[in-house]
């Protein structure tokens, strides 16, 4: 081992450490659900984006039994070379006419599918227009590309606008989270729609928060502002309200097309294993047939957002159930959420680099499993700890 590497990094850690900013990872010892077991302790669980309960729902779970028995784990090798099962397309099919789609492709993550969809749609010489708060893998994505970037203020038209005024050669892409994860804010879909029909650019728009929640029985942001046909490429996840892994992206048959040529994690990346699939589908099942879980979700958020202004707290600029509960010291988030956690809530804080600096807050991630005494307790803990520390 390389002494020097290995003093860099301790340095580093130790930094971590002193600023607030180490990430201290929790260890579960019960599945995800409204309360989970941590260090043999119950805790009222507000971290997951089981948004909906469906990562440990019995038909979701069933349905993956039985595709385990049926077509095995291991799918051999990448779906281009070792085939591609027909439980994949079959999820494909059922997620495309779900969302109103053309056609769906899937991939491993939400992550992997930014890493295929945005350096296939664009490259050296053409031009990226993403928003300052877009998703970590939009950024790599991005960089991946090799086209060159031009950020815009946070879902500000005018700067977007300005920015696709300036001089670029080649394509344009336009990209945003539809909602983000940090602030709960939706992103101005309509108006980037219409600037890209303006200027000539792609529009792009990852889902991943909106997904399960926006939208007729959580068909996501396009459906929600009606834009079926207008957005080139929606990027899906299914770890946060479908509750299970994977990515996928949404478009046109030719871009599907293009995408099984050219997106190198579709070529050189394995696919989720057929448990995965099925319980994607039965997940996808499950939404189309009742709406209660994500009307549920809703009337949990905004009960719980209401109630934590009222006692004092500023909750930022949310307009879903995400609620951020906004401390600015990173040090001083950090007290709160293991003071939260020795109450017997657990409500991760989230600090620098996830957001800015000064911009420190407790992400209360609220969901369909919590009831209402579960959320009562919760704003009991929240406005005692927080009038402790000087919050409130
Ligand atoms: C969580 C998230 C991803 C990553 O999704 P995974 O399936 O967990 O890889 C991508 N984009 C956004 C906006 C996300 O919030």
Excluded at 21 to 49: D, T
Excluded at 197 to 212: F, I, N, S, T
Aim: with cysteine.
């Amino acid at each position: 081992m390389n002494q020097n590497f290995q003093q860099f990094m301790a340095t580093e850690l130790n930094r971590l450490h002193d600023e607030g900013l180490y990430n201290n990872i929790r260890v579960l010892e019960s599945p995800q659900g409204a309360w989970v077991q941590i260090n043999g302790k119950k805790l009222l669980n507000f971290c997951s984006n089981n948004y909906l309960g469906l990562a440990n729902h019995p038909e979701v779970v069933k349905a993956a039994k039985i595709a385990l028995d049926q077509y095995g784990i291991g799918p051999g090798a990448v779906r281009s070379i070792a085939g591609t099962m027909a439980l994949h397309q079959k999820l494909e099919t059922k997620l495309a006419e779900f969302k109103g789609a053309e056609a769906v492709l899937t991939f491993q993550s939400g992550f992997n599918a930014n890493l295929a969809v945005i350096p296939a749609m664009v490259g050296k010489g053409d031009t990226i227009f993403t928003d300052e708060l877009n998703h970590a893998s939009i950024i790599d994505g991005c960089r991946l590309s090799r086209a060159k970037v031009k950020i815009f203020k946070h879902c500000d038209m005018t700067s977007l606008q300005e920015k696709l005024a300036e001089d670029s050669e080649g394509r344009k892409l336009i990209i945003t989270d539809s909602v983000f994860s940090m602030d709960g804010d939706i992103a101005p879909l309509p108006q980037i729609v219409a600037l890209a029909q303006k200027y000539d650019a792609l529009v792009a728009v990852d889902d991943a928060h909106g997904e399960g929640v926006l939208g007729s029985h959580g068909k996501g942001v396009v459906d929600h502002f009606h834009l079926h046909g207008k957005v080139d490429a929606e990027v899906g996840t299914f770890s946060k309200a479908i509750g299970t892994v994977g990515g996928c992206v949404a478009g046109s048959k030719t871009l599907v097309e293009y995408l099984k040529q050219k997106a190198r994690p579709f070529l050189f990346s394995s696919a989720v294993t057929p448990p995965d699939v099925a319980a994607t589908m039965q997940a996808i099942a499950v939404l189309e047939r009742d709406d209660t879980l994500v009307r549920k979700l809703w009337d949990n958020g905004n009960y719980f957002k209401a109630q934590m202004q009222k006692a004092g707290f500023d909750t930022g600029r949310s307009q879903t159930p995400i609620t951020p509960v906004m401390i600015g010291d990173a040090k001083m988030a950090t007290q709160m959420s293991e003071r939260l956690l020795e109450a017997g809530i657990f409500a991760k804080p989230i600090v620098f680099p996830t957001v800015a600096k000064g911009k420190a807050r407790i992400r209360v991630m609220i969901s369909a499993t919590h009831s209402k005494d579960d959320l009562n307790l919760a704003l009991d803990k929240f406005t005692e700890i927080g009038k402790e520390l000087g919050l409130i």
